[in-house]
């Protein structure tokens, strides 16, 4: 599976079990199912509409740079930035929607990022198992046989 449709198929799947697993260490931690999975859900949405824009916002710096390509250094900009940008929508919005301090929602949100550093190395490579690798990273023998 290539193109726009592998990219459909990732996010959906992706997110949907990322939500499942969010609501489930919420409640854990002692919230209520309905705030479990309002927090799960909304956390995911503002993630990925975050994506969108940081991603426009970056790719549009970079395009300005005189020194092209993607540099340790650049990835590391590009890193932190969306995650620094997550921390600033979702700690305020967890510390309101879950009705605890903004500093117990930093630590909750430290923990979510935690999470999700393994489980999108974890996801990711049973993706690949399950639906192949991207064209982007076939041998260029390869890529004829993966459209």
Same mark, same amino acid.
């Not at 939500?19 to 705030?35: E, Q, R």
């Given at each position: 599976?290539? @193109? ?18 969010? &609501? ?10 309905? !705030? &479990? +999975?309002?927090? &799960?859900?909304?956390? &995911? @949405?503002? *993630? ?5 824009? $940081? ?7 970079? %395009?300005?740079? /005189?020194?092209? @390509?993607? %540099? ?6 590009? /890193? ?16 309101? $929607?879950? @009705?605890? %301090?903004? +500093?117990?929602?930093?630590? =909750? ?7 999700? =550093? ?7 490579? *049973?993706? !690949?198992?399950?639906?192949? =690798?991207?064209? %982007? /990273?076939?041998?260029?023998? !390869? ?5």
């Amino acid at each position: 599976m290539q @193109g726009i449709k592998r990219k459909v198929v990732y996010v959906s799947l992706y997110e949907t079990i990322a939500i499942l697993l969010t &609501s489930v260490v919420f409640y854990l931690l002692g919230f209520s199912v309905f !705030d &479990s +999975w309002v927090a &799960s859900v909304a956390a &995911s @949405g503002i *993630a990925v509409l975050w994506n969108l824009v $940081w991603n426009t916002l970056f790719e549009f710096w970079e %395009s300005r740079q /005189a020194k092209k @390509g993607r %540099s340790i250094r650049r990835r590391i900009v590009h /890193a932190v930035g969306f995650e620094g940008g997550l921390v600033v929508f979702l700690v305020p919005f967890f510390a309101w $929607w879950l @009705g605890v %301090s903004l +500093w117990e929602a930093f630590v =909750l949100d430290a923990g979510l990022l935690v999470f999700f =550093l393994v489980y999108t190395f974890v996801f990711t490579r *049973a993706f !690949d198992q399950v639906f192949g =690798l991207p064209a %982007s /990273a076939l041998p260029a023998s !390869d890529t004829n046989v993966a459209r």
